[in-house]
């Protein structure tokens, strides 16, 4: 038998009429309307059922190259019409799509061919067809057909499918277009919703909450967590998780270098994890995570905390993932940043706040003015060093002839410091009122501050009381600076006699002195901000420089003397500053028949 005549374009007709079949099935399963989401599933659905008929084969499969090469993705459509298509994954290189992307040719075997070498895993097969994809001269799928239905792939069969991969390369070149466009769009609107979730006054965990919400519709992740780096203690703090089961509480608590978080923030780099099972940094909180990728948050360079993503799928993020969680993380960054400084000018308004308060409560403890009593000028002044200080004196009435002066430090500064000192204040004028000797206020009142107060706390204090008609002080001293008494005649003498400072022994003992005050006598009783103020250089003005100035300063007026140590103070100090409270209190006797 002769073999059949070929008419002159009878393969041209043909290959139009594949190629007709080919757009119509295309094309008519996959309109405009289909949505994204969809479109390059349906068009892959529509193009392997188009195929398999027009090469009368069990099996078409139409791998796509994902990863720049290292992965291959495709899908199997079982019937019945609409059951949920079954995706399969592979190494790049492997089976028989694989070796034909890599080697960019067609590969056709029939029953009884020896397959060229083929790596990984493949599918047992009799006959196979398949021809790579190409877009703008790059391998970027591969359609792959296996078993024959009648023996093995004809050359008609490879032209008819020659023919059709051109048109299923251009249809799902602009699947892919109109997914990464469409994907683009959904990153960029996902990314606007948490920068307008930060221009809004939200709390930090909320803006995150928006964050991980926002993320997961662009990255898949089946966990997530945030962690904040504390600076000294060099531990991560998680502030936020999602996906994490209970009982996980253990794996949060992070030292910076452990674990794959802690190495984030140890390095300041990413890191992409494709399965942590093959990773001793893992610190498994998690027992089905098999991928992870973590990042630094990072403020003006530095390192503030980890964010962190699992994955329950082998190799599930690659690097356009990091580029996106990256973008997440700088907001998410910024919101910490944010939240830290509302949280700091929050907490310096309450401050403040607070401090103006007990700044007010202070000076009201503080004598308004200085008491005018016949034969003697008093004065003093308080300098806080902060807004509200620890230093106290006062002028007490104790009768018609005796005047109470008191003066005392508190250990400490701020607030904690001026409570103490109002109850030293309180615990003090209440003793004074039942009459009791020096020694017992002294013994009652260092029993009721080590009773209220912290072992570490203390106050020393000097507390006298003056009998203006007869010129005599009693005084009883509790670990306070020694006043400096100058006499007339330029002899200087110290009153340390009394005690320890109170608060600090449970049954401390204190004694008291009388002492007779003669006309030009000049008793400056002070705290340590004076004797201790320091120069520029570091040197402290000491008790020595303190008595020159006082013989200095002796002929004027108590208020002068007091201004003139405050400015001496001053001075001493230069561009240094005040760096302690400074308080004064100034009793001179007048001249007799004044």
């Not at 990464?180 to 769009?185: C, G, I, K, Q, S």
Request: glycine letters at 8%; one cysteine or more; proline letters at 4%.
């Amino acid at each position: 038998m002769s073999d059949p005549i070929r008419v002159e374009g009878e393969s041209s007709i043909a290959d139009a009429d594949v190629a007709l079949r080919t757009i119509t099935a295309l094309t008519g399963e996959t309109s405009e309307a289909i949505h994204a989401s969809n479109n390059l599933s349906d068009l892959l659905r529509a193009a392997s059922r188009h195929i398999r008929r027009l090469v009368e084969c069990r099996k078409v499969r139409i791998w796509v190259v994902r990863r720049g090469g290292r992965r291959l993705v495709a899908w199997d459509y079982p019937e019945p019409e609409g059951a949920p298509a079954v995706e399969l994954v592979r190494e790049g290189g492997e089976g028989l799509a694989g070796w034909a992307i890599a080697h960019e040719q067609t590969l056709r075997l029939g029953p009884g061919d020896v397959p060229p070498l083929l790596i990984g895993a493949h599918e047992s097969f009799r006959s196979a067809m398949v021809i790579p994809l190409f877009r703008r001269r790059d391998v970027f799928a591969a359609i792959e057909c296996l078993d024959k239905t009648s023996g093995a792939f004809t050359d008609a069969d490879f032209d008819r499918l020659d023919v059709a991969a051109e048109h299923v390369a251009f249809a799902l070149d602009n699947a892919l277009l109109y997914q990464l466009t469409e994907r683009r769009a959904l990153e960029k609107e996902v990314l606007l919703e948490v920068a307008n979730a930060l221009a809004t006054p939200l709390d930090l965990e909320d803006v995150i909450q928006v964050i991980l919400r926002t993320l997961r519709q662009v990255v898949n992740y089946e966990a997530a967590a945030i962690y904040l780096l504390d600076p000294q203690s060099q531990a991560l703090r998680m502030v936020k998780e999602v996906g994490y089961p209970s009982g996980s509480e253990e794996a949060f608590g992070l030292q910076v270098g452990q674990g794959i978080v802690g190495w984030v923030a140890k390095t300041g780099e990413a890191v992409i994890v494709p399965d942590v099972a093959h990773d001793e940094r893992y610190v498994a909180a998690r027992s089905s995570t098999r991928s992870e990728l973590a990042l630094p948050l990072k403020l003006e360079g530095r390192t503030i905390g980890v964010f962190n993503l699992e994955n329950d799928h082998v190799d599930a993020y690659h690097e356009g993932h990091l580029e996106l969680v990256s973008a997440f993380g700088a907001l998410a960054a910024t919101a910490v940043q944010r939240a830290q400084l509302t949280r700091e000018l929050l907490e310096r308004r309450r401050l403040e706040k607070e401090l103006a308060i007990a700044r007010e409560i202070q000076l009201s403890f503080l004598p308004k003015s200085n008491p005018a009593i016949p034969g003697f000028e008093l004065a003093g002044a308080a300098l806080p060093h902060d807004e509200v200080g620890g230093d106290y004196y006062d002028f007490i009435r104790v009768s018609e002839n005796r005047i109470g002066l008191a003066i005392a430090d508190v250990s400490g500064k701020g607030i904690p410091a001026a409570l103490i000192m109002a109850g030293f204040r309180m615990s003090l004028l209440a003793e004074i009122r039942n009459e009791f000797a020096l020694r017992a206020v002294m013994r009652k009142v260092n029993s009721l501050l080590y009773e209220s107060t912290d072992r570490d706390k203390f106050v020393t204090a000097f507390y006298g009381v003056l009998d203006f008609r007869n010129r005599m002080l009693i005084f009883s001293n509790a670990g306070h600076n020694p006043p400096i008494l100058r006499h007339d005649d330029g002899q200087i003498e110290y009153l340390p006699e009394g005690g320890v400072a109170l608060g600090v022994l449970p049954d401390a003992h204190f004694d008291e002195r009388p002492i007779a005050l003669r006309p030009g006598d000049v008793l400056v009783m002070y705290t340590d901000g004076v004797s201790e103020a320091e120069s520029p250089t570091g040197e402290q003005l000491g008790t020595e420089r303190l008595e020159q100035c006082i013989a200095r300063l002796a002929d004027r007026s108590a208020e002068a003397i007091v201004q003139g140590l405050v400015d001496e103070v001053s001075r001493w100090a230069g561009a240094r500053g005040q760096t302690d409270d400074l308080t004064l209190l100034v009793l001179k006797v007048k001249p007799e028949g004044t």
